[in-house]
T-cell receptor
Framework: DAKTTQPPSMDCAEGRAANLPCNHS???????VYWYRQIHSQGPQYIIH???NNETNEMASLIITEDRKSSTLILPHATLRDTAVYYC???????????????FGKGTTLSVSS | GAGVSQSPRYKVAKRGQDVALRCDPI?????LFWYQQALGQGPEFLTY????????KSGLPSDRFFAERPEGSVSTLKIQRTQQEDSAVYLC????????????FGPGTRLTVT
């Protein structure tokens, strides 16, 4: 799977939008962009994923550039409970094949403060 | 409904002891993954099951690591003759099938080898 590059840390004020960038310049045409987060002492939690169109759900929005070489996860109104490590992962969806594991990097530690 | 559960949550082992870590996936989930997470790092893939079949064990770091899922539900990760470098959080994740975009993670088992 392609590698991703994320800033190691970011700060955000409570109530403001948190914009987390991710570079994935070697992404292949069949690879999706996934975002997970990991709150301290918990397992990772799925947030959102997309292929090339922008996506939105109840947790966040995902903006993927037209060339698909980078993306941004947006938490529109960050709260203290959004403090976590955020992982950007690229992964192909392969039916009935091994290797569908998630390849995590070090992620971005987002600190939300009041 | 119940999520993925893991037991024990914490395990302290003396070097050379054998340990067994249990994962109870979400009922009906076909795919099960084990990951290892060292302090300050993202999770790293260990092994993958589709039902009872272990389709990928390429991430197991040595032959001291063994995983099984005999009836296609509960899985056990066994580590023989533990070493200090085995100290980590061991995460289990399940997904509905092999291409589902969402993997549901358990809280992990923190293993400390002294």
């Amino acid at each position: 799977d392609a590698k991703t590059t994320q800033p190691p840390s970011m700060d955000c004020a409570e109530g403001r939008a948190a914009n987390l960038p991710c570079n994935h310049s070697t992404i292949s045409g069949n690879e999706y962009v996934y975002w997970y987060r990991q709150i301290h002492s918990q397992g990772p939690q799925y947030i959102i994923h997309g292929l090339k169109n922008n996506e939105t759900n109840e947790m966040a929005s995902l903006i993927i550039t037209e060339d698909r070489k980078s993306s941004t996860l947006i938490l529109p109104h960050a709260t203290l409970r959004d403090t976590a490590v955020y992982y950007c992962i690229v992964r192909a969806n392969k039916a009935n094949q091994a290797g569908t594991a998630l390849i995590f990097g070090k992620g971005t530690t987002l600190s939300v403060s009041s | 409904g119940a999520g993925v559960s893991q037991s024990p949550r914490y395990k302290v082992a003396k070097r050379g002891q054998d340990v067994a870590l249990r994962c109870d996936p979400i009922s009906g989930h076909v795919s099960l993954f084990w990951y290892q997470q060292a302090l300050g790092q993202g999770p790293e893939f260990l092994t993958y099951f589709q039902n009872e079949a272990q389709l990928d064990k390429s991430g197991l770091p040595s032959d001291r690591f063994f995983a099984e899922r005999p009836e296609g539900s509960v899985s056990t990760l066994k580590i023989q003759r533990t070493q200090q470098e085995d100290s980590a959080v061991y995460l289990c994740a399940s997904s509905l099938d092999s291409i589902s975009y969402e993997q549901y993670f358990g809280p992990g088992t923190r293993l400390t080898v002294t």
